[in-house]
């Protein structure tokens, strides 16, 4: 399997600009989760879907991120506008029904300048 | 809610065994576990331990639970370069055994 795969890798944009980061998480797993990495804050969970349907968005930091799950193989994490203390390392995962363990992509790195 | 504590950083001399330390507040922690960060990448599953398990060996990696006093720990024997990077501790709930909650994470470094 080609594990969780997310794009872009890396993103420079300006301040007031839109950002789409992408997900594809693991054929078969029923769970996507957004963490976003922060020297400050450490690792934080974002929003996670079980069956394409959001079940915790209680740590969206504010109304400009939404996320979006149309399908099994594919996720959104959507910043509109984007602001300097949004950049991040912004990670997807997955996991099954009653798997050991999730599993991470290799994170977007996200600059606003 | 539930919250997860380690220390920001350690530092080991190669060859020596390193002991990653991490508390946790919620009792009803089923899972815990250790992931391992590297430098530009995502986070890689080591290990992870059963709540009603005290202790488990993998390898160079022990990890032990205090169950009673919430703490867990992650010791490597024989402590290489390669094993520089960011250690983070995680739990899950029973109440939610899909959902992690990560600790800061333990930046490791290895000297020669």
């Known amino acids: 399997d080609a594990g969780v795969i997310q794009s872009p890798r890396h993103e420079v944009t300006e301040m007031g600009q839109e950002v789409t980061l992408r997900c594809k998480p693991i054929?078969?797993?029923?769970?996507l989760f957004w963490y976003r990495q922060t020297m400050m804050r450490g690792l934080e969970l974002l929003i996670y879907?079980?069956?394409?349907?959001?079940?915790?968005d209680s740590g969206m930091p504010e109304d400009r991120f939404s996320a979006k799950m149309p399908n099994a193989s594919f996720s959104t994490l959507k910043i509109q506008p984007s602001e300097p203390r949004d950049s991040a390392v912004y990670f997807c995962?997955?996991?099954?029904?009653?798997?050991?363990?999730?599993?991470f992509g290799e994170g977007s790195w996200l600059t606003v300048v | 809610g539930e919250d997860v504590e380690q220390s920001l950083f350690l530092s080991v001399r190669e060859g020596d065994s390193s002991v990653i330390n991490c508390t946790y507040t919620d009792s009803s922690s089923t899972y815990l576990y250790w992931y391992k960060q590297e430098p530009g990448a995502g986070l890689q599953l080591l290990t992870y331990?059963?709540?009603?398990?005290d202790m488990k060996q993998d390898q160079r990696l022990t990890v032990l639970l205090n169950k009673k006093d919430k703490h867990l720990s992650l010791r490597i024997a024989d402590t290489q370069t390669g094993d520089s990077a960011i250690y983070f501790c995680a739990e899950s709930s029973i109440y939610n055994t899909d959902k992690l909650i990560f600790g800061t994470g333990t930046r490791l470094q290895v000297f020669p």
């Open positions: 331990i059963f709540s009603n398990m």
């Open positions: 054929s078969g797993h029923d769970y």
């Open positions: 879907f079980n069956n394409n349907v959001p079940i915790d």
């Open positions: 995962a997955s996991t099954r029904v009653g798997g050991d363990t999730i599993y």
